[in-house]
């Protein structure tokens, strides 16, 4: 089970990103940590997240509020494309020609 998760320093010092970002990326309700005695950890099903938020705010200069509109945005497209999927399997489960 550890080796689901990345210690936070770690991960900012190979990725050249300030552990304060992390922390804003938390404050903000965008990722969550496991805080333990030896540091904070993260899991690493959330690494994706945390690069697209990182380019997001170093790359492109985004603020914090603008990272957090736009995941609930791409969180939003991802969840209609799951029911336009779902639609479009019920339609060729009744028939072939819609």
Known sequence: MQNDWIIIT?????CH????????LEEN???DLRHEEDGA????E?????ERYSRLYYD???NMEGIDVIS???????SMQREIDRLHNRLRFYGEGY
């Open 72 to 78: 609930n945005l791409l969180r939003r497209i991802e």
């Open 29 to 31: 309700g965008l990722i």
């Open 60 to 62: 492109l200069d985004i």
């Open 41 to 44: 950890y993260l899991c690493t």
């Open 46 to 50: 959330q690494l994706p997240d945390v």
């Open 10 to 14: 770690d991960y900012c010092d190979k």
């Open 17 to 24: 990103i300030d552990t304060s970002f992390i922390d804003l």
